[in-house]
Structures are given as C-alpha cells and as structure tokens.
C-alpha cells in the first residue's frame, strides 16, 4: 500500500439494485455503521439491468474497481435477475483479464435488505482490495496507461 | 453508442436546465457535509440553471422552493440531494409534478443514508462523495424524460395465505367489506396454532371459546372460498391482477359439493366418522403434538372447519374397509389426485404464521432425550380438557400428577449462541405465566419455578397478571438454565442454574420441565416468500415495508402482511395486524385501479436485429417477436413488463430502451462520476 501514489484515492462504482442491495445500504446508514467514502453508488433496479458495456465503460474512463451489488439468489424481486448478472460478471471478468485488468477490480457481491452491516463490510473490503491493487492502469491520473485513455 | 433520447421521443428535447436543491436535514446532513461548499460546486456543473438549499427540503416551504423555481426559471429537471429515494422520492416527485414538470424528472441524490450517516467522522470525505453524487444525478436528470404511469383496473378479489387467527381475521374483513377472499391453508382445518391452546393470557379466555365462532363465521361467509390442504404453486402478475396457482392436496375425501359435482346424489362427507373405527393404520395426531392416535383418516379435533375427514397418504394402505363403511355416501376416494386450481384476485395477504424452533438443538435441556422435558406447546395440549388427557396434567414417563414444575424462559430466544434464536419471542413470558396459573388453579400444591432472564409483560393489563402470579405462590428464579440432568430411576429432572439475585449456583430436583421455545418462521414461509417476491430478515421473517411506517405492506406492490409471519406476535398484535393488512388491501380493490411505474422496456426497432435473446430472458414473458415492415423485430407486451431491465442488460445491439434507466442515461452517470459529465 505504501506503494500507491500520493494524493490518490480510490474512484470506485457500485452498480446496485433498488430492493436488496440499495436498500441494504440505506439501513446501514440508519444504523450508523461507519464506512469509507470511497464509493459512488448508482441505482438500478435489477443487477440484470447492468449491462456489460457499463462496467466496461466505468473501467475505460478510469474506475479503480467496480462493486456490483444485488438480491441474494433466490430472493431476486424480478425472480431471477442476480443470477443473469452473475452469469454475465464471469464474462466480464474474463474481459478484464484480457485487456490485463486484475479481475478482483470487479466484484459481485450479493446484501439483502436486511444486512446493513454486511454492506458496510462489502464497501470496506472492496476499498482495502482497491487499495491493495492500487490505481487502475487506466486511472486517468494515477494510471500507468493513462495516455492511451 | 446508444440513442439519446427513447423511441417514443419524436421531437429533440429543448437544452437541459437542472435545479438542484440540497437539504440540510438539521444536522443529520449539514453536520457531515458542508452544504455551502457542495452547493458553490453544483453552480459549476453544465446544465444546472439553478441552486438552492432548505433546512428540510421535504417540509412545505421546502417543496415551495421547488415548485417556484421550476416556473421562475424554465427548469426542465429537478435534483434534490438528500437522504434515500426509497424515502421521498413520491414527495419530490409530487413537487416537482406541482412545479408543472413530469414528475418522471426527477432525480435524487441520496446524501444522507450512504453518505453523511456513513461518514460522520470525514466531513471532507464526505463533501467530496456528494459532490459527485449531485453531478451523477445533474447527469441522470439532464436526460431524464416524461413519462406515464399506466392505470390497470384490480380484479374485485383478495387472497390470503395461512388461516390461523391472523388470516381468519384478514379473511374476514376483506369479504365483510364486499371482497370475494380465498383462504388458503395446507392444513386439513382452518385455526391454526390458536386452536392448539387451551387458556389465552391475560384475561384466561379458554382459546377454542374465542376461536370456534371466528373459525365457524369464516366456514359460512359467502365471500369467503375456503382452501384447505392447499398451497400457493405459483404467482404471476402484480398489483390488480395476480395470477395465483393453488395446489389443492388431494384429501381422499369429497366434500357434499364436490360430490354433487360427480353426480352422487345426497353423497359426501358428513363428519359422521364411521370410517375412523374401521382403518387399520394408526399415527401420531400432529394437532396432539403427537401425543395422542388418529387413523390414517383423520380429523385434527372435533370443531375443525370444515368438517371433513382428511387421508393421510403417507400411513393410508389403501385397504378399501373405509369406502366400505362410508358406505351410500360415496365420500371417499382413494385415488383422488391434486389439482391445480387458478385464481385471479387484485391483492394478497401472507399469514403463513409461526413455529417452534426445533428446542432439541439446545441439547443441555435434553427435549426428547428425557421424557419429562416437553415444550410449551405439548403443555398446553397436555392441560386442556380437550387435549389427549382431558385435561389432566401427567407425566410422560409414568402418568403420574407432577407436584414440581420448572419452566425455562428464553428457551432459545435471546440467545446468542448460534444455535438459538437471537431475538424475543415475545409471548413466551407471558404464557408461561399463565401456565403457572393453571398449575396452582388445578394441582392442589403443585408449585410452579419460572426460571427467567427478564419478564417481559409489556402488554395491556400483562403486568398486573404478573403481579397476580407472584401473589398466588409461583416461584421466579432470575437465572438461565445451564443444564438438566434425568435421574434414571424416578425420572425426576435436575435443574441446574445460577440464581443471579442471591449470586450463587442452585440445583432443584423437579418432576417436570417446560420448555418455553424460541419461535420461528414456518417452513413453507420460505417458499411462499419467494413466490411473491417479498424479502426477508436474517431470521427469516417477512420484511415489512417500513418498520414503522408501514408495517403491513412489503416492497411488492399488493402483497400485505400478517400476524407472525413478519415477527412473533400474540394474539391481540396478530389479529390488530390482520386488521390493518385487510384495510390497505382492500384499498387498491375498492379504488378499482392502480398506477403502474411507467419503467417498461421498449424496443428501438432500427437497431433490433430479431435474435429473440431477450425473449428467453424475460421471466415474465413479456416480450416475443413479430414481423413488421418485413422483418423480424422485438415486441414488449407493457402490462407485463416490471422493468427489471434484465432484455437491456444483455441486448446485444443496445436495442431495448429501458424507461427511466436508459443505457444512455446510466452512461452519463458513470462518466458524470469519472470524467466530470463531459466526453
């Protein structure tokens, strides 16, 4: 970690659904339970709404990880949407590790409306992960490969 | 790259001009973040044509502001930054609808639930995240566009789920306000655990007294369509118009309709009972919590409603000796299969009840390893009249009158073990009080020991019942029970604990235990659960919509909650539930139509290339493919479609447009967070 760039903290998205996961992180918020700042939410609501092409898109304009949070299986509202995007994170990990991304940069991780206090864990372990791996090549500050972005 | 704007758009929308209003909520978000600073930078942001910011955006001055401006400066999108959507979107969204725009552009910034509440202690931290979270919205809004909500029209029909009290109660009000109401139950009686018990605290109703004439008034009431040894197959549909499976487990028996229905005249079960002396094969009956026979055709007890005798196939040889003696009646019919039966109906109302947690885990206690351990249910079947002992409490082990009986309290609730329960279960405190009662009412000298952590008799007049216990001679011993222990030869038990008022270790030699079990969930609750799509807490009961707000509703539209199904209830709790689920389920059905989110999924036919992957994802056959214009495109059936976005997230061609979170729409909210809005 002592090897990360000055002044660099981690820019990560978090795709998540409105019935489990969204609301998951509302209750943690409720409680009280502390958490870095170091992701930025946006609200579907299904993960079977995330496209690839979003995360794709999040990694090519410099996210440092991507956090993909939804129902647990079996408890999807939509039926069976987590286990489409689940299905699909495996195709994009796999992406990721051709354009010689670290595939842990993208997590799929699955907080139902109750556990506020799993998501406040989810949020702390994908941000020590992110520290762990340090800026994305394709950070557009930090990054290795920034020029070709 | 995706269109801008979605098929339905025919002219270019008009540059976009954002409000965007931050709210202090008092302290909860201007104590983290700082309001000035978040506000000087959404000024910066393109398209923002106006800021503001309010103490308590959500107060009337504050949905003032927003109405004002909207007018005063042209605003084509609104963005309030303050706690969850989940919270007040529909107020904002009514504001911004008063201001004169399509409530559908809106968007909010959620700064105080994942923002300021999470990061009390970085007020820098936090100021920075809900920068970024106005410029995601600022991006979310710019291409936001007006949208309509469908009405449907709500079938005149309820349907409820378990018919214990809670559902009884539900069913009831329902079909009293005009509703034609299915009941549905997998028992062969309608009842439920009440049925079971003898006296009610703590006013020592006799259980059945109370319950018989609500069981009675469900069994006649014309809206009421009684099912039972039924279970919910399969839902479809939402709000207004679900379409319900029921699988109606064939009972072996014909009821008088049902046999009118085969042409046998004046046939069908009576309840005579003459076939119960004939069979041949004998089972534990589950209503006596196995303490007692019944034949493989059966009745749980005397008052079941309806009154018709039940097979049960797992025992059930098939010998024929009962059709013989139901004789000209022609009631039985051992090759009956299940059927599949479905209704249509508006709104639900899952009561699927509790049970208890299996207390033989908490293997110190020794339930099942010693026979005078028995739980609270076995004693209540064991001290009523109409129980398999008629009413004389005995021993298991030998059938003699127990003189000395310990009750463990907190058996498995509020224990954080792993292997119990970690919350209360809220009614044990109290029966198990009046089990006390019923002790020094009916044994002469027998004298009960409550062995209890706190007692917890919160409710109306439960205290002074407490009060009246003490003074009739039970013993209270503050102490958890550590162990107990079988003297092999009397069967007499020790009960090991410490008294932690007098702070010293105690063993009393006693003749009986109860154990007050923890309470859970019911094993079909799961499975229903998920047939409704409504979520669970970690322990498993149904989560309400709001703990405080809105108790009896869940996140699925129509689908309603009661008795202790959400969490353990006593009766007056679960039938007052079963009261409010009744009323706000009839209120969709009364209304006779309800407003759908508009968030559909639509096709861009131009760019659709008719591969039909879509159509196998779609859980909800919303979407097929038809020809038009010569080829093959993608149609959305929109009163299907429940707008999980899960045809837009694998489109291969980004041909599907989905309302409200539009490819491009979320694309803007990524780059808006990674590269500032700008590409």
């Avoid at chain 2, 709000?239 to 049902?258: H, M, Q």
């Avoid at chain 2, 003459?274 to 749980?300: H, L, Q, S, W």
Wanted: one cysteine or more.
């Amino acid at each position: 970690m002592a090897e990360n760039p000055e002044g660099w903290q981690p820019r990560i998205l978090a795709i998540i659904c409105n019935w489990c996961s969204y609301a998951g992180a509302d209750l943690a918020g409720g409680a009280r339970i502390q958490y870095p700042p170091d992701v930025r939410a946006i609200r579907v609501m299904c993960t079977g709404r995330v496209d690839p092409l979003f995360i794709m898109k999040a990694f090519t304009d410099g996210a440092d990880s991507v956090l993909v949070s939804g129902c647990h299986f079996g408890d999807c509202h939509y039926l069976e949407g987590n286990y489409k995007a689940a299905k699909r994170m495996f195709l994009v990990k796999s992406l990721l590790k051709n354009i010689g991304l670290d595939d842990r940069r993208l997590r799929m991780t699955f907080v139902s409306a109750s556990e506020g206090a799993k998501w406040a864990k989810v949020i702390e372990d994908v941000v020590n992960v992110t520290r762990e791996l340090g800026p994305s090549p394709f950070n557009r500050e930090f990054g290795e490969l920034k020029e070709l972005v | 790259m995706a269109e801008a704007v979605s098929p339905t758009t025919s002219e270019k929308s008009k540059a976009p001009r954002i409000g965007v209003y931050i709210c202090h909520c008092g302290t909860n978000i201007a104590g983290s973040v700082d309001i000035s600073a978040v506000e000087e930078y959404a000024r910066t942001l393109p398209n923002v044509a106006h800021v503001d910011n309010y103490q308590y955006m959500c107060s009337t001055p504050g949905q003032g502001k927003i109405e004002e401006s909207i007018k005063e400066k042209g605003l084509t999108g609104v963005v309030v930054a303050a706690c969850s959507p989940r919270l007040h979107e529909p107020t904002f969204r009514t504001a911004t609808k008063e201001g004169g725009l399509n409530p559908f552009r809106f968007e909010m910034a959620n700064i105080r639930e994942q923002n300021s509440w999470v990061h009390m202690h970085d007020r820098e931290g936090a100021t920075e995240k809900a920068k970024d979270a106005i410029r995601i919205a600022v991006a979310k809004a710019s291409l936001l566009e007006d949208l309509y909500p469908k009405s449907v029209p709500v079938e005149h029909a309820a349907m409820v789920v378990g018919a214990g009290v809670a559902g009884m109660q539900a069913a009831l009000d329902l079909a009293n306000a005009g509703i034609k109401t299915y009941l549905i139950e997998k028992a062969p009686t309608i009842g439920g655990r009440m049925s079971q018990l003898d006296k009610t605290f703590p006013t020592l109703d006799c259980s059945q007294c109370i319950l018989t004439p609500k069981m009675v008034d469900v069994g006649r009431n014309e809206n009421i369509e009684l099912m039972v040894n039924s279970e919910v197959e399969e839902v479809e549909g939402y709000i207004g118009n679900f379409d319900v499976t029921i699988r109606r487990k064939a009972s072996g028996v014909l009821s008088p309709k049902e046999a009118e229905a085969r042409g046998i005249v004046g046939g069908g079960c009576t309840g005579c009972g003459d076939c119960v002396p004939v069979c041949p094969v004998t089972k534990p009956n589950p209503f006596e919590m196995g303490m007692a026979p019944r034949k493989a055709i059966y009745i749980y007890h005397p008052q079941v409603v309806p009154l018709l005798y039940t097979i049960d196939w797992d025992s059930c040889v098939k010998c024929g000796l009962c059709v013989e003696a139901c004789g000209e009646k022609k009631a039985i019919d051992l090759e009956m299969q299940d059927e599949l039966v479905k209704v249509k109906v508006g709104t639900v109302i899952l009561a699927t009840g509790y049970e208890l947690f299996p207390i033989e885990n908490k293997e110190e206690w020794g339930y099942k390893r010693y026979e005078n351990v028995i739980t609270s249910l076995e004693f209540e079947r064991l001290i009523c009249a109409s129980g398999p002992t008629g009413g004389h409490l005995v021993r298991p082990s030998d059938g003699t009158t127990p003189m000395r009986i310990a009750f463990v309290l907190c058996a498995g609730s509020r224990d954080n073990t792993g292997i119990g329960k970690p919350y209360c279960s809220r009614f044990c405190c109290m029966y198990s009080l009046k089990h006390a009662h019923q002790i020094i009412e009916k044994i002469p000298g027998a004298v009960p020991y409550l062995f209890y952590m706190d007692i917890r008799s919160f409710g109306k007049a439960y205290e002074e019942f407490y009060y009246r216990i003490q003074d009739e001679g039970a013993k209270f011993i503050r102490g958890r029970v550590s162990n107990i222990q079988e003297d092999p030869k009397t069967k007499n038990l020790y009960v090991y604990a410490e008294d932690t008022l007098l702070g010293r270790p105690m063993e009393l030699e006693v003749d009986m235990v109860v154990l007050a079990a923890a309470v859970q969930p019911t094993d079909l609750t799961n499975k229903t659960r998920k047939l409704f799509g409504v979520s669970c807490s970690q322990d498993g009961w149904l989560l309400e919509a709001h703990p405080k707000l809105n108790p009896c509703g869940t996140t699925t539209a129509g689908v309603y909650l009661a008795g202790a199904c959400q969490g353990p209830k006593d009766i007056p709790d679960a039938v007052a539930q079963a009261e409010g689920a009744a009323s706000a389920a009839s209120i969709p059905i009364h209304k006779g139509e309800v407003e759908l989110e508009p968030y559909y999924a639509m096709c861009i036919e131009e760019k659709c290339a008719g591969c039909g992957m879509c159509v196998n994802l779609c859980p909800y056959s919303a979407l097929s493919l038809v020809e038009k214009d010569g080829r093959t495109v993608m149609q959305v059936t929109e009163a299907k479609c429940k707008g999980c976005g899960t045809c837009g997230g694998f489109c291969p061609g980004g041909a599907i447009w989905m309302n409200h979170f539009a490819t491009p729409q979320i694309l803007a909210q990524i780059d808006a967070f990674l590269i500032g809005g700008e590409q």
